[in-house]
């Protein structure tokens, strides 16, 4: 059974941090491209970052140059660490890993910019909530 499990959400002040971790089991994570999506006040889910299994990593505009994605494979862990946090940043914060089983043969599923929360399309975590307000 897949299982990914976030930890590290909370309330913060503007320009304040805080790290998310993800920890995962019952998949080949060192093969799997890993991921973090927020839903804020709307009903979809908002691509954040993702990091590859070649350790490539992407952000939106939102977050590049605040926001930081690491892996470490030996933990089957993703991380997100969170710099000058803006209330905009207010979410529910998912890790997800995409369901490749359902790629067509020769494809490889990528991670959509935005998509329903916890969508069929990947394997999501509870999420974790952060709050960011003075």
């Known amino acids: 059974e897949v299982q990914l499990v976030e930890s590290g959400g909370g309330s913060v002040q503007p320009g304040g941090s805080l790290r998310l971790s993800c920890t995962t089991s019952?998949?080949?994570?060192?093969?799997?491209?890993m991921g973090w999506y927020r839903q804020g006040r709307g009903d979809e889910c908002e691509w954040v970052s993702n990091?590859?299994?070649?350790?490539?990593?992407f952000y939106s505009d939102a977050v590049k140059g605040r926001f930081t994605i690491s892996r470490e494979n030996a933990k089957n862990t993703v991380d997100l660490q969170m710099n000058s946090l803006k209330p905009e940043d207010t979410a529910v914060y998912y890790c997800?890993?995409?369901?490749?089983?359902?790629?067509?043969?020769?494809?490889?599923?990528?991670?959509?910019?935005?998509?329903?929360?916890?969508?069929?399309?990947?394997?999501w975590g509870q999420g974790t909530q952060v709050t960011v307000s003075s």
């Open positions: 990091i590859r299994n070649d350790e490539r990593s």
């Open positions: 019952g998949f080949n994570f060192g093969d799997s491209d």
């Open positions: 997800a890993t995409l369901r490749q089983e359902n790629a067509r043969p020769g494809t490889r599923l990528l991670f959509r910019l935005k998509v329903p929360c916890r969508d069929d399309y990947a394997y």
